[in-house]
């Protein structure tokens, strides 16, 4: 099994990988399937993704699938400009223009009152228009375990998503 070693980077410990998602065609969202967060902990999510332009990608638990049942807190910069808003959407990506990847590092954890949280740094438009965004995500709904995560995004075929677990 690949494992990352994260021993000198928060939150610290080894990370194995639970599965790879290469994309050999276009697709509206991906399922990892047989997670269980009471045992792992915690989920990372690596992600070098091509969304089509002008689509947000979005993490959700178990079935919950309603936008209105999650809230994301972000802070984006580009150049000099700093801005930063809170949206009704379980958000963890953004794609602006056609001509470029997004990169995402999202940590997934469930709290101890049994919300979904996810913490997402993204690399995303033109490489000569880098924007840097970084993303916090709470559910509404409480879970007992998180045994599944779809990450939504329109992506596009190539488009790589691989999830590790802390274990």
Not at 76 to 103: C, F, H, K, L, W
Request: charged share 15%; aromatic share 12%.
């Amino acid at each position: 099994m690949a494992k990352i070693d994260f021993t000198r980077a928060p939150p610290g410990g080894n990370w194995t990988l639970v599965e790879s998602k290469i994309l050999t065609a276009d697709t509206v969202y991906v399922d990892f399937l047989n997670l269980d967060i009471n045992t792992d902990r915690a989920y990372l999510l690596i992600a070098n993704v091509k969304v089509a332009a002008g689509n947000y990608v979005v993490l959700f638990a178990e079935d919950d699938y309603t936008l209105a049942n999650y809230r994301s807190q972000r802070f984006y910069t580009s150049g000099v400009n700093v801005a930063g808003d809170r949206v009704s959407q379980p958000e963890i990506g953004y794609q602006g223009t056609a001509d470029a990847g997004t990169m995402i590092v999202c940590y997934i954890t469930r709290d101890l009152f049994g919300n979904m949280r996810a913490l997402a740094d993204i690399n995303t438009y033109s490489p000569t228009t880098v924007i840097i965004w970084k993303n916090a995500v709470t559910s509404i709904s409480t879970f007992s375990n998180i045994t599944k995560l779809r990450v939504k995004g329109y992506f596009l075929s190539g488009s790589q998503l691989h999830l590790f677990r802390m274990l």
